[in-house]
């Protein structure tokens, strides 16, 4: 169900939504129960696929229930054991060795590993998208501007690499955390107690090391990594929110200039004809409304990230009374808008009209006073060398004021095509 | 649908939902066309109940709509005009001189009105349950601890009081913001032109006057009060979302002691056994889930509140561009979580079990120790009227250094009987 | 000693500075121990004016040696005691029946009021110069922006009373929460236990009573309000935080249309020349530096705000273990910050300078498009009330299509020679 | 100064000082200068060392009238200019194809390289210090928690090794970012055009790429790392930043853990005696203060982090109006904090005491409850392989019920040795 308060919300898709919550625990919890019977943990009778037991339509039950215990975790598990054959074994066996932080962080890796995909997709296509812009516009002219002020001579392909670098700084945080989302599998305390018991149980003679087993199998079905578990130990969730919010900032800085130098009175950019931005009253109107609902989730993002650093700060104990709680949805909010704009942007960046004309009247407008800082050059003190003259061109216009923008230009292309650099 | 990612959200029934928002947004657009005829600048074949034209079965596609425009108010117009009859007065009179603005703040305040009464009867509860714990414990003694460590002798109706206090700063600060919500009705710019305008060709002399009069009339019918419009000037929001952040601080508040006082090795307070708390594992656990998931909404508050000072702080222009757009699902997020911890807070508090015995044990346990300021109060100086003797009593116990206790439990019982008194 | 990373904040002169915490500590001492005097609890030879025994040369030691306390209070005293003459009875009555939460939290109400003192006197004047500025443009015709778009006509004094009645809003938070800030008189659990112990070995018949009134006097020396002790039940403080929060709110509103309008295409408005706002590099350049530190401050002010609510959230025991150590900083901070933008926008309005010539340039360009919404209402439907004819204007033009302009720049005036009237 | 609202700040000593300010925006001015010269763009004669003619004693003034410009660095050139000899060069020609931000921000990399340094050598102490907890107190028994509750067996030398965990990924993350700290170095609008001028001026045959030269020999001289300029690309802050609060999200979290357990009921924690904690009115308080100082910065910084992002995503035109400016008191005090954390966490780490007996206690007070779950997973279903007989053992206690409780021990001891290795 799309966000009806969050225009856009329905480009996210499943993207972390309550079904895609439910198939992942679910998918959690066959995986271990799979890697308990490979690992002669629970007998072979066990195996089932739990797949097809519990979908969309047990949501908002599951949500209802999820009350009682705080979270959902029993709540599925109660509906998953009552769907089960009664003489199944694996109703005994489902979830034996989990605790419900188990099934639930592994759960979200799975989700927000979709949505960092999402994100990832789009983030490629912006930077492609932003390459072709730089490259075209390398010369088309445009004032610069300072503190909404007039400044120097600029040039569009110049901005686009500014964009591209933001986009590229973001993309590359991304890249480092969208791989080897862990796993969270560790039992009541996170000890993989009761695993080692039950392998003990089982006859097998070093339960602990069959339970890491047990986890590094499930790790591997599920497609994530073997990590420690980290009931409250949170970077793993922080360092990913954190990537999140370096994009919707990047976002955040092109809407903002789109939406200011799309100004009737300035009219050097235009967001793309026919994507709507109609007015309910105004038939004159044609707004920028992407870069609005893009303007938006970036005021918004910062604050979820830190929400999550909150909860990792108030992590206590062996599992944490409330910060654990608060992550769920908040991260849940903050993929879901980032995966919204991330597509607003792709969408917005593909069909940015550019007025160059419109820039260069805008530009000539601004003379001579654009020109002030390079004329306060000429004739430097008493420095001969830098007194106009031969060397000063007295009819060098703002194109022979752009300093190294095309080597600038051609360093962001760069790193580009090399798919990242660093954000230094 | 209640949402998976935040247990207890069921709690919150339809407040703030998607349909809610779809049904106050008809009643807005059903008034103001009233109003519209009632002031004869409509004409009388005009005048239509738009209730049953839209509804629940629709948010799904008004949310996918919505982002074409930015908001949802233009693909709810299209719906209701497509679904009145063909040559029906109101298809051409629904929404005139309105803009979507005043559409979905007026609505949003419909919506919030219905989460502060909510909010209110539980911290009216909550005044009744606190101020009988505050009576019933006024002598049960307990050890004070400040910075986690004992300090001196306590009660827990003194304890209770202070939660008491907490909530009637809440509560007071609520029921100021809880009445009054105004509605938001201005036309394009916020200056009623387009009401104005049909007024005139109606034939009426003063538009403007009976511009103001449709505001008015509209506002009367909605039950909110009239007040100039509000596109960038945010503070009829602010302030009542500062209110419920107030809410969840009182109830966080008291959530944490119930956390601390409930660890098995202090145990003196404990949640009501049969409300859940079971563990998906450990069959020993019985978990303070209730106060558990209010904590959780009182680190969450704090920053939705926060955002919508930002949003309000972002305005610009006549309608400000992505400002305006962050309020909505960060207002429905507020209310919704508000309402969720309200009746949980009320909960815990119906069912709290106090200890009395364990109290006396704690507070024994802390001997002599916890009498060490009294003690150090004794032959102050060379005063000698500071000197035990006669009046130091030797065998005086904890009982004894309670200072003003009953003084102040009186206070803020005297504070909740005259429905509370002021913040200081 | 201003703040080099917070530019404009030597507006805030002596406002929550170090010196004037040690100051308002000092005060806090010497009108507790006058009361014990004047109450018979202490002997009168404790009577000593402590005023001239710690000052600013002190708060650099006193500083380095609050982390071993955690707070500054037990420095404080071990300096005072150190100063005092060897056999002054005031040693050992000095701070008695008091914990440093009441000495700190008193002290800070006591700072807190000089700030909010400065921050209504400029809203006052806030208040004056919009008031002025609405009635001089009432009909200074300029178009009216929404979503960056050019909407319908607008004039420059509704955009002025727009900016009042933000203005309005904020100060009548403000008025509301600068009055009655109360002491924090506990002692060590907030029972007031050791001054009624005091009271009793002094021959007082009724401790607690004595106590209440030590506090009460103290609260009047003071000319802060009695309350009972709120140790854990902070709303005291964010009360006031969200009405400063509001502020900026206000203020930033404000900022962000100078900087938007002041931009060369648009040129509608520019901050008063010869306040700065040049460039380093650029003599071309005048900056809206006021606006932009206006700015700045209201994107920051929110985020304080949010932080002393969770610090209220956190609230545990009978004296919190961090919470209360977070508020400190952080009301300093936006007490600062908010006297420094109060007085930055005080002078942004003084100096103002409106182009009219401009704004109406600007609505021209914006013709015919300017006037869609009110050309679409002519001739709606088959009503032919609403079609043009005799009564529809061929030649009006945007003058003609201002609605309640003036109604509601009249009503926003009213209410500010009313002092106000609630922010609805 | 320190700050005498945050104690301990004395720890942070000159980290981002005014003072440090100050020297390091002369270093810059220097730096830039001397490259000038070298790369003959300047003339020999305008070298200067600029270090002695600005310094702490002219902070205050420097702050007063960095209002002005909205930034220091005018006021600092007028300063500086003022100081050289009248005829001097360099008066010509420092910070000649500079900008403000240029300065201000390079400078701030400077400073904040300082305080990162000063982080990892606290992270470096605590690795090793957590390591020699998790190995001394591997076979500790203590009763493991979850939800404030008693959970299952657990051992203090595996929570060490939590906490060391958490550290190693805050330490990452931070070594990741306290490298390649880059310069911002591109004049008025980031395209080097003042710098590629005057080496034309100069006779240089290729302006630009002489600019660059300048460019990337001041990030030399610095020690910094050349990265194009990033005026308004803010990834280079926001991602250390990021890194600061994942700092302080480790050490609250390990606060938070020493303030529950050295509460007196559960005692098996305790600060080390001597460091203070002492009360004002109450002899017997031995406070966990360095926890508490701890606690405050953790729920402090996100929302630091936050303001940064936030300023990030406001980012406009070729230089921020307001974004900008909010950053540098927010790095500031976010920095200062995290430095003043680092040390204390440290200190708490090496002074704490472990009570081993009252651990065990405690844990046997929780028998046989605590094993509930183990219990539970004898004689599960109709499996014979897990009933107890033969493979469980009765007499079995909480020493055998710590799964793999070693091996994850082991694996973040390798972590630490093998110096840290992803967050996962």
Redesign the interface.
């Known amino acids: 169900?799309?966000?009806?308060?969050?225009?856009?919300?329905?480009?996210a898709g499943d993207v972390m939504s309550?079904e895609a919550?439910?198939e992942a625990m679910v998918r959690v919890e066959s995986a271990w129960l799979a890697a308990l019977v490979d690992e002669s943990v629970?007998?072979a009778e066990a195996a089932t696929d739990l797949a097809e037991l519990v979908g969309a339509a047990d949501?908002?039950v599951?949500?209802?229930r999820?009350?009682?215990?705080?979270?959902?975790?029993?709540a599925l598990?109660a509906l998953l054991r009552s769907r089960l054959p009664r003489d199944s074994?694996a109703?005994?066996?489902v979830?034996?060795g989990?605790?419900?932080q188990d099934?639930l962080d592994t759960a979200l890796m799975l989700c927000l590993r979709d949505a960092l995909d999402r994100v990832r997709r789009d983030l490629a296509a912006q930077v492609s998208l932003l390459s072709d812009l730089a490259r075209a516009h390398r010369s088309t002219l445009m004032v610069?501007?300072?503190?909404?002020?007039?400044?120097?001579?600029?040039s569009f392909g110049?901005?686009a690499a500014?964009w591209l670098?933001?986009v590229l700084?973001?993309a590359e945080?991304l890249e480092r955390v969208a791989v080897?989302?862990?796993v969270q599998l560790g039992?009541?305390?996170?000890?993989?107690?009761?695993?080692?018991?039950?392998a003990?149980?089982?006859?097998r003679s070093d339960?602990?090391?069959v339970?890491?087993s047990v986890a590094a199998d499930t790790a591997r079905t599920l497609g994530l990594?073997a990590?420690?578990?980290?009931q409250?130990?949170?970077?793993?969730l922080?360092?990913r929110a954190?990537a999140l919010?370096?994009c919707?900032?990047?976002w955040?800085?092109m809407?903002?200039?789109v939406?200011?130098l799309?100004?009737?009175?300035?009219a050097e950019l235009a967001e793309s004809a026919g994507?709507?931005?109609?007015?309910?009253?105004?038939?004159?109107?044609?707004?920028?409304?992407l870069?609005?609902?893009?303007?938006?989730a970036?005021?918004?993002?910062?604050?979820l990230?830190?929400?999550l650093?909150?909860?990792?700060?108030?992590?206590?104990?062996?599992?944490?009374?409330?910060?654990w709680?608060?992550e769920?949805?908040?991260l849940?909010?903050l993929a879901r808008r980032t995966v919204v704009a991330a597509s607003q942007t792709t969408d917005l960046l593909s069909g940015l009209e550019v007025d160059s004309d419109q820039m260069q009247r805008?530009l000539d407008?601004?003379l001579p006073?654009?020109l002030?800082?390079?004329d306060?050059?000429?004739g430097?003190?008493g420095?001969t060398?830098?007194?106009?003259g031969a060397?000063?061109g007295g009819d060098r216009g703002p194109a022979d004021?752009?300093?190294?923008?095309?080597?600038?230009i051609d360093?962001?292309l760069d790193r580009a095509a090399r798919g990242g650099g660093?954000?230094?």
Chains 1, 2, 3, 4 share one sequence.
Request: net charge negative; aromatic share 4%.
């Open positions: 169900v799309s966000d009806l308060y969050w225009p856009g919300d329905h480009r309550g919550l439910v629970a007998p949501v908002e599951l949500a209802d999820s009350e009682a215990d705080g979270n959902p975790v029993t598990l074994a109703t005994t066996w979830h034996r989990l605790t419900s099934v610069g501007r300072t503190l909404t002020q007039h400044a120097v001579p600029f110049r901005k500014v670098e933001g700084d973001a945080e080897d989302l862990p039992g009541a305390v996170a000890t993989l107690a009761a695993t080692s018991e039950l003990r149980l089982a006859g339960g602990p090391v339970a890491m990594s990590r420690s578990p980290w409250t130990v949170r970077a793993p922080t360092t954190d919010v370096g919707t900032d990047a955040g800085r809407a903002n200039d939406l200011t799309s100004r009737p009175e300035i994507v709507g931005g109609g007015s309910s009253t105004m038939p004159n109107k044609r707004n920028p409304v870069s609005v609902l893009i303007r938006r970036a005021l918004s993002a910062p604050s990230g830190a929400q650093h909150l909860a990792a700060a108030e992590s206590l104990d062996e599992r944490s009374d409330g910060a709680h608060l769920w949805a908040t849940r909010t805008n407008a601004a006073s654009v002030a800082e390079r306060s050059l000429h430097l003190g420095d060398r830098a007194v106009g060397v000063g004021y752009l300093g190294a923008t095309d080597l600038l360093a962001a660093g954000a230094g």
